[in-house]
């Protein structure tokens, strides 16, 4: 099988000012196999790139508005997760110009009048690497059982998280979602029942949130959930109480069916601390509470509650 066969479901981002190049890049790489998404400047390419979450991305040089260094450069800063591999495409070759795009963060760099078995080959090998990338990324973030954001990626979200929500002016939350007697489940059905349950939890959840939002599995039957950004305080109440009846819904544990329950606690940044530590530790709290108040509801954090 050759090698755009097996990459036909990479997806490449191509921002290119010129109509003619984006053209004749998308054309080429549709021939190759390869899904494709279309920028037309350096801040088209970086506001899609957090939608589009492309396997790579072919950056011109010269583009109005913001260029591809520039391009480059702000997406270097603020990607999470294993690196997409930018190709730098530009027609100047003279040694200035090539370290000034390794320096923003370019992985590799192609001249125009661009010669295509080149691009080719030089596209398949950063994919192949990125692939090998983002498989032992996802080992090392994500949990085993529920294929969730493990702690170490939740507190990268997190951090990142608030550091837009700081440069945007905004707000978010954070829901530390405990289950009720979950100890009884694994000694009423057995571990690999409980873990069964864990698992269609974690699906249920992850279906009820955006795709902006992250879900995650500090471990046992911990999750958490970063909504952002949120217009009100409201709005992870609406989240909350979904989360509340998904999680009430009978659990099938091969054949037998279970049911159980949550308590949430809820903070919000900036309103209640600025540190990923403290509004951890402020949903814990507040969780504690809606235990303490009789379980299945949530609690928003207060501080007059803090022991």
């Not at 390794?102 to 691009?119: N, Q, R, S």
């Amino acid at each position: 099988m050759q090698a755009a066969e097996r990459d036909k479901q990479s997806l490449i981002l191509v921002a290119e000012d010129d109509a003619a190049m984006r053209a004749a890049l998308q054309q080429f790489l549709i021939r190759q196999g390869y899904a494709v998404v279309l920028a037309g400047d350096g801040q088209e390419a970086i506001d899609m790139c957090a939608s589009a979450m492309p396997d790579l991305i072919l950056l011109d040089v010269r583009m109005p508005n913001v260029d591809g260094l520039a391009a480059c450069r702000t997406l270097r800063k603020d990607t999470i997760g294993p690196r997409i591999p930018i190709i730098m495409l530009t027609a100047l070759f003279d040694a200035g110009s090539v370290d000034r795009a390794f320096e923003a963060g370019a992985d590799d760099y192609v001249t125009k009048p661009v010669h295509w078995a080149i691009l080719r080959q030089r596209i398949r090998v950063l994919l192949e690497r990125h692939g090998t990338e983002a498989r032992i990324h996802h080992q090392a973030t994500f949990d085993a059982l529920t294929d969730l954001p493990n702690r170490t990626l939740f507190l990268d979200r997190l951090n990142h998280a608030m550091q837009l929500a700081t440069r945007n002016q905004s707000r978010l939350a954070l829901l530390f979602i405990d289950l009720d007697g979950f100890k009884q489940i694994n000694d009423t059905f057995g571990h690999a029942a409980g873990d069964a349950l864990l698992r269609q939890l974690g699906q249920r959840l992850k279906d009820l949130i955006r795709h902006s939002d992250t879900l995650a599995r500090l471990g046992g039957d911990e999750f958490t959930a970063i909504i952002a950004p949120i217009g009100t305080p409201h709005d992870p109440q609406v989240v909350a109480d979904k989360i509340l009846v998904t999680v009430a819904e009978p659990f099938d544990l091969d054949g037998q069916q279970a049911t159980i329950s949550a308590s949430i606690g809820i903070t919000l940044f900036p309103d209640d601390a600025n540190t990923t530590a403290d509004l951890l530790q402020n949903a814990d709290q507040a969780m504690y509470q809606a235990k303490k108040f009789g379980k299945n509801r949530y609690h928003f954090y207060r501080p007059e509650s803090t022991p």
